[in-house]
């Protein structure tokens, strides 16, 4: 068995709260979960051991599908999932433009006469659904997951979720500029990848390393980027103003193996179905033109 790993989230402590705050909750004789100081649960699972998370992230990313629970642990999994779901479609739904499909940029570079490389780099949140989205572009040759922002020495995972290094997760993808432009990429980051107008927190998720914002590599990218996000400014594009932070690109350190094409081999996880997969059905429905199915690295588009 590789490792498990939980997903650090915000807090829906309501969910275990009342008269079961200060004591061992049973949800069935595999899963067992016990309040620790400071918000944080640890949650007990027979056949894969313990682990301190912090709320539901936690809990929709590794509950074993087929898993028994007692009538408790339905509840409390329904109540989870309403809590996440209603969470991110109001906040989709407040912050979405009324008028339609986010605006293509008014500035962008032309479309390259022969095939090439180039490398643009993001953070939209957990970058699992940050790279599902970016993997099915058509253009898009790769796309790694990693953590920017911070030192090289402290990009871990663990570390990075301790919310001290300065690192963001992030997406490193790689695209072939004589097939689709760096304005198209910006387009999908803050039309379907992501919602650019939450501080430090996607849906979910909170703190630091799920912030929004953009890496540039160069000169061209941080003036296409400024550009694009007054426009959408201008434009009202969004109910509340774009907070995605434009900084130059330091360093891009590649994330541990088991976070790499982590939707693509984990489908049925709950917070893949959740929060990630309806991303991908959005980018099919708004952008057809530019999706592409993906079923792994080394293949055509």
């Known amino acids: ?44 699972i027979s056949k894969y051991g313990e682990f301190a998370v912090t709320g539901v992230r936690g809990f929709l990313s590794n509950l074993k599908q087929g898993e028994t629970l007692n009538v408790i642990g339905r509840i409390v999994l ?39 490389r180039a490398k643009a780099v993001f953070a939209g949140g957990c970058f699992w659904g940050t790279q599902a989205v970016f993997q099915r572009l058509k253009g898009v040759v790769d ?26 997760e992030s997406v490193e993808v790689v695209y072939d500029p004589s097939r689709i432009t760096y304005g198209t990429l910006l387009r999908i980051f803050f039309s379907v990848a992501h919602d650019p107008t939450q501080l430090n927190r996607q849906g979910p998720d ?32 969004f109910a509340r103003p774009i907070v995605t932070e434009l900084s130059p690109l330091k360093g891009f350190y590649r994330a541990e193996d088991y976070h790499q094409d982590y939707a693509l081999h984990n489908p049925g996880n709950p917070y893949i179905l959740v ?25 055509g588009k």
């Open 78 to 116: 329904v109540l989870v999932v309403a809590g996440v779901v209603g969470g991110f479609m109001f906040t989709r739904t407040t912050n979405a433009s009324s008028g339609g499909p986010v605006p293509a940029p008014s500035l962008d570079d032309a479309m390259a006469n022969q095939p090439s």
């Open 143 to 168: 796309t790694t997951v990693g953590y920017s922002g911070g030192s090289a020495s402290t990009a871990t995972y663990d570390q990075v979720t301790t919310e001290t290094t300065g690192h963001a």
């Open 206 to 237: 909170v703190g630091t390393s799920y912030r929004s914002a953009i890496f540039y590599e160069n000169d061209d990218q941080k003036r296409i980027a400024e550009a694009y996000i007054a426009q959408l400014n201008a434009a009202h594009v």
């Open 1 to 44: 068995m590789g490792r498990v790993n939980f997903r650090r989230c915000c807090v829906y402590s309501e969910v275990f709260s009342s008269a079961q705050a200060h004591r061992q909750i049973n949800l069935s004789e595999h899963f067992k979960v016990e309040p620790l100081p400071g918000g944080r649960w640890l949650w007990r």
């Open 275 to 299: 929060c990630d997969r309806p991303k991908i059905e959005a980018l099919k429905k708004e952008y057809p033109g530019l999706f592409a199915e993906y079923t792994g690295k080394n293949r």
